[in-house]
């Protein structure tokens, strides 16, 4: 079964950047699509970003692209999310979730909390 475990979050200034990692055990990424989703206190969560199994192709909410970055490295069964120039909206539990199509995430991560704030 994949398990998958987000690390990276914390508190950073705004302006600022983090990169999250998700990392599986227990199965290989190598045919599996990761999005990354956030849930702010009081809102509905929301899809960020999404690589599919291979790279290839990547897809960003409006909020985050320019500013965000999915990729991937099999060899480490890790996906990475870089996010730079931080904002206090980005504050959220970011969750990563993986299944065969970006369209389709079946496993989730526990999440990691990113706070941005002065």
């Known amino acids: 079964q994949l398990q998958l475990v987000e690390s990276g979050g914390g508190l950073v200034q705004p302006g600022g950047s983090l990169r999250l990692s998700c990392t599986a055990s227990?199965?290989?990424?190598?045919?599996?699509?990761i999005n990354w989703f956030r849930q702010a206190p009081g809102k509905a969560r929301e899809g960020v970003a999404c690589?599919?199994?291979?790279?290839?192709?990547?897809n960003y909410a409006n909020s985050v692209k320019g500013r965000f970055t999915i990729s991937r490295d099999n060899a480490k069964n890790t996906v990475y999310l870089q996010m730079n120039n931080l904002k206090p909206e980005d504050t959220a539990v970011y969750y990563c979730?993986?299944?065969?199509?970006?369209?389709?995430?079946?496993?989730w991560g526990q999440g990691t909390q990113v706070t941005v704030s002065s």
């Open positions: 979730a993986g299944g065969p199509l970006c369209s389709r995430p079946s496993s």
């Open positions: 690589i599919t199994s291979a790279g290839i192709s990547t």
């Open positions: 227990g199965f290989t990424l190598d045919y599996t699509a």
